[in-house]
């Protein structure tokens, strides 16, 4: 095996090992041992004993959920990044955040009471925002079959702009509301289960399979369009796969977690540095990171302030930003690594 | 054998008229070179070639066919392009960078195979990057680029080149070895290449025939002798030009004759 192959699988061993000791940490610390044994024995009982209970129905389906959105968010980070040949794209460049942000707050403000196998009415607002948001950017920057790059790009920032706006109306017409928005839009994991779990990692994993197959096309990207067309590459029908299938991703993993920023756009990153920059690495290796800093973002998020929750899209911020600074330092003195 | 034609071929871009009514063939095994002013319209009509733009009138033939009726995977394998300048905004290494050359063969999923890898590493021996293999493009100078760019449209196995001035930014002993390479190439391999240059004189030495664009058209299509007369330089560049006989190869040499301002120097 290669040394990327390798590290890919080195990423996944320390994802494994990090979410089973993470299973230990909350207001009930349980050692690794006893968590080993809670996951590997079979529990029939009516009445099991408290730490199971812990361990499969709160933290486990919390987790897993975790690494599944932390995955979705880097693996489609890595998918914009190429897409744009951007290291600043992230996951809501084209207004998945803001549409998901308009949807929350109007399902919050209106008390709009749908729900959907799995999904709240908030997140499932969330979902649709996000994916209409998307819809509109890329049917306002396309002209005839193609959608020319920068136009996508500014048309998400007109969109998202627009979206905030209503939001930020919506705050302010509905302050009795404004602790339950905030709440939303920072982004948690707090209390979510198996069912949350069951209904949006399909969509995830559909989404990161898909973008892992465009990989060599993206890479074909990194000579330009021009030379990418001479290569055989359609554009436009490869722009059309990438946001069909980073947007899925995105909007499942906001459904699931709220707005998570920073994961997104660091990961990739830290994926180029690990594995070079072959998409065909970059977008499981993203995937493998974006899932690992959440986890250890959630943890923190969950026992910092203990018994109270940190917001964990606070803590990605918080982390991120400072972090993200040293890579972009680091870079400067390796220029050509990453980034 | 293969051949690339434009057929009174127009172009433009919005009002703006670049090429009018332009016809050019290329057989193969042949090497012709697009010469002319800035603006005159050469990059315009290698795109044209390329399909990457649509000519407002007339055609483009592969072997017979128009390429706007062929699919993208077909003419990418028949057609081999190097633009003029190529970004590399992520760090594959150089020989990643020639492996895309094998995507119109292998496609977007599959794996390549050992097949693939022996026209790489063919490619690489052929442009001198063997050593420079894993290295990130991202670190390499103006000159290795162009060579890599090559090196990719090789991998590509294309029956024709387009080559937008393929020597830019190289210095003279790569100048003249890419030259050399790109013409033994059309030989050895019965190649149709069709390449822009500035560098009359090398032009003059390595290209069987000379295409001279000026004024939104061909007014010359011939070997180099035929072409590069002082009267032809001259219209085409607006400069006088005296041209006389390469000292080894006896090739057509052309000689700027402006006039130089004296006086100045220590």
């Given at each position: 095996m290669n040394r990327r192959g390798l590290c890919l699988v080195v990423l996944l061993a320390l994802l494994a090992i990090v979410t089973v000791l993470s299973l230990g940490f909350g207001a009930v610390s349980i050692g690794p041992q006893r968590i080993v044994e809670?996951?590997?024995?079979?529990?029939?009982?009516?009445?099991?004993?408290?730490?199971?209970?812990?361990?499969?129905?709160?933290?486990?389906?919390?987790?897993?959920?975790?690494?599944?959105?932390g995955c979705g968010l880097g693996a489609a980070g890595a998918g914009y990044?190429?897409?744009?040949?951007?290291?600043?794209?992230?996951?809501?460049?084209?207004?998945?955040?803001?549409?998901?942000?308009?949807?929350?707050?109007?399902?919050?403000?209106?008390?709009?009471?749908?729900?959907?196998?799995?999904?709240?009415?908030?997140?499932?607002?969330?979902?649709?925002?996000?994916?209409l948001a998307v819809a509109i950017v890329y049917s306002v920057a396309s002209i005839g079959r193609d959608v020319p790059l920068l136009t996508l790009l500014l048309a998400g920032v007109a969109v998202s702009n627009f979206c905030i706006a209503v939001v930020s109306l919506l705050m302010f017409l509905h302050d009795e509301k404004l602790v339950t928005i905030f709440?939303?839009?920072?982004?948690?994991l707090s209390g979510r289960g198996w069912a949350v779990l069951h209904t949006t990692a399909p969509w995830i994993l559909a989404g990161v399979a898909g973008l892992w197959l465009l990989a060599r096309s993206l890479d074909a990207l990194t000579f330009g369009e021009e030379a990418a067309s001479a290569l055989g590459l359609r554009l436009a029908r490869l722009r059309a796969w990438v946001v069909l299938a980073a947007s899925i991703t995105t909007a499942a993993a906001v459904a699931a977690g709220g707005i998570i920023g920073f994961v997104g756009l660091v990961s990739p990153h830290i994926a180029r540095l690990l594995v070079g920059a072959r998409h065909a690495f970059v977008i499981p290796a993203s995937g493998l990171v974006g899932a690992l800093l959440l986890v250890v973002a959630d943890d923190l998020a969950r026992t910092v302030t203990a018994p109270a929750e940190l917001p964990v899209g606070v803590v990605t911020?918080?982390?991120?930003?400072?972090?993200?600074?040293?890579?972009?330092?680091?870079?400067?003195?390796?220029?050509?690594?990453?980034v | 054998m293969s051949s690339l034609a434009a057929q009174e071929v127009s172009c433009?871009?919005?009002?703006?008229?670049?090429?009018?009514?332009?016809s050019l063939a290329v057989r193969a095994g042949e090497v012709v070179s697009l010469l002319g002013p800035n603006g005159a319209g050469k990059t315009t009509l290698l795109r044209a070639l390329a399909r990457l733009l649509r000519p407002t009138h007339g055609t483009v033939l592969l072997d017979g066919g128009d390429i706007w009726h062929l699919g993208a995977g077909d003419l990418s394998r028949s057609v081999g392009l190097m633009p003029q300048s190529e970004r590399r905004d992520w760090p594959l290494t150089v020989e990643e960078s020639v492996q895309m050359g094998r995507a119109p063969h292998r496609g977007w999923l599959l794996p390549f195979n050992a097949d693939d890898a022996r026209v790489v590493d063919e490619a690489l021996r052929n442009t001198a990057l063997l050593d420079l293999r894993q290295r990130p493009i991202t670190e390499l100078s103006g000159g290795e680029w162009r060579r890599v760019i090559l090196a990719r449209a090789l991998a590509q196995q294309a029956r024709v080149l387009l080559l937008d001035?393929?020597?830019?930014?190289?210095?003279?002993?790569?100048?003249?070895?890419?030259?050399?390479?790109?013409?033994?190439?059309?030989?050895?391999?019965?190649?149709?290449?069709v390449l822009t240059l500035h560098d009359l004189n090398l032009a003059?030495?390595?290209?069987?025939?000379?295409?001279?664009?000026?004024?939104?058209?061909?007014?010359?299509?011939?070997?180099?002798?035929?072409?590069?007369t002082a009267e032809l330089v001259g219209r085409a560049f607006s400069v006088p030009v005296a041209v006389t006989r390469h000292?080894?190869?006896?090739t057509p040499l052309v000689v700027p004759m402006g006039d130089v301002p004296q006086g100045g120097g220590a």
């Open positions: 809670i996951l590997w024995a079979e529990h029939q009982s009516p009445r099991p004993p408290s730490d199971v209970t812990i361990v499969w129905e709160l933290r486990l389906p919390r987790l897993l959920l975790a690494c599944l959105v990044q190429g897409l744009f040949r951007n290291p600043l794209a992230d996951p809501f460049v084209i207004g998945a955040s803001s549409g998901a942000a308009l949807g929350a707050t109007l399902a919050i403000v209106t008390g709009l009471n749908v729900a959907a196998p799995g999904l709240g009415t908030v997140p499932l607002a969330a979902l649709v925002g996000a994916l709440g939303w839009l920072m982004g948690s911020a918080l982390l991120g930003s400072p972090f993200f600074l040293v890579l972009l330092k680091t870079r400067e003195r390796n220029p050509g690594r990453g | 433009g871009y919005g009002d703006r008229r670049v090429l009018e009514s332009l001035e393929p020597i830019g930014g190289l210095d003279l002993r790569f100048q003249v070895e890419m030259l050399r390479l790109i013409r033994e190439l059309a030989i050895r391999e019965q190649l149709a290449v003059a030495v390595y290209s069987h025939r000379i295409a001279l664009l000026s004024e939104r058209t061909l007014i010359a299509c011939g070997t180099p002798e035929e072409v590069l000292p080894v190869y006896g």
